[in-house]
Antibody, heavy 117, light 106 residues
Framework: EVQLVESGGGLVQPGGSLRLSCAAS????????MHWVRQVKGKGLEWVSG???????YYLDSVKGRFTISREDAKNSLYLQMNNLRAGDTAVYFCARESLDDGFDIWGQGTTVTVSS | SSALTQPPSVSVSPGQTASITCSGDILGNRFVFWYQQKPGQSPVQVIY???KRPSGIPERFSGSSSGNTATLTISGTQAMDEADYYCQAWDRSAGVFGTGTKVTVL
């Protein structure tokens, strides 16, 4: 069974940093593009960042220069380094696999990031 | 603009048909994907490439797309279909989600 498990969320002060991780199992991780999607409580889904199979990266404009996505295929892991966090970054962060048909076919359970003083 | 607009809510009686639209300038030549999200759960893909159903998704879910508007249709809606639904497309390499539609089965 393919499974994605996020970790690393928590409470952080504005301006602080967090590193999210996403561990994949049951899948040949290196063959897939991977993404982070976030959701503010009670609101809609928002794509945050993606990384291709060769390490090409893409970001939502509002996180460019603050967030860095990376992957470690040998460990079947995806990461999101978040710096200079703002209150507006408070959300549940999901990692998601982009299928070969280009949609998000597998999602993790999410990890909660709260930015507050 | 890369925004995708959906109606905030749709109400449907059990056994009837619910239709959810998704409109946006970027849809003209791009595939649309649809996701179902129930409270406290992660999203689940229900339609890919405008109209195809992933394995395990019931036949009552169907999709179509024409011009700048895509539509998700739930035929013979069941109580278990009550959820939030999101469309999604790609704008170059950035994902774009619709504003979301809450489907209520009355």
């Amino acid at each position: 069974e393919v499974q994605l498990v996020e970790s690393g969320g928590g409470l952080v002060q504005p301006g602080g940093s967090l590193r999210l991780s996403c561990a994949a199992s049951g899948v040949t991780f290196k063959n897939y593009e991977m993404h982070w999607v976030r959701q503010v409580k009670g609101k809609g889904l928002e794509w945050v960042s993606g990384i291709g199979t060769v390490g090409d990266t893409y970001y939502l404009d509002s996180v460019k220069g603050r967030f860095t996505i990376s992957r470690e295929d040998a460990k079947n892991s995806l990461y999101l380094q978040m710096n200079n966090l703002r209150a507006g970054d408070t959300a549940v962060y999901f990692c998601a696999r982009e299928s070969l048909d280009d949609g998000f076919d597998i999602w993790g359970q999410g990890t909660t990031v709260t930015v507050s003083s | 603009s890369s925004a995708l607009t959906q109606p905030p809510s749709v109400s449907v009686s059990p056994g009837q048909t619910a239709s959810i639209t998704c409109s946006g300038d970027i849809l003209g030549n791009r595939f649309v994907f649809w996701y179902q999200q129930k409270p406290g759960q992660s999203p689940v893909q229900v339609i890919y490439h405008d109209s195809k159903r992933p394995s395990g998704i019931p036949e009552r879910f169907s999709g179509s797309s024409s011009g700048n508007t895509a539509t998700l249709t739930i035929s013979g809606t069941q109580a278990m279909d009550e959820a939030d639904y999101y469309c999604q497309a790609w704008d170059r390499s950035a994902g774009v989600f619709g504003t979301g539609t809450k489907v209520t089965v009355l």
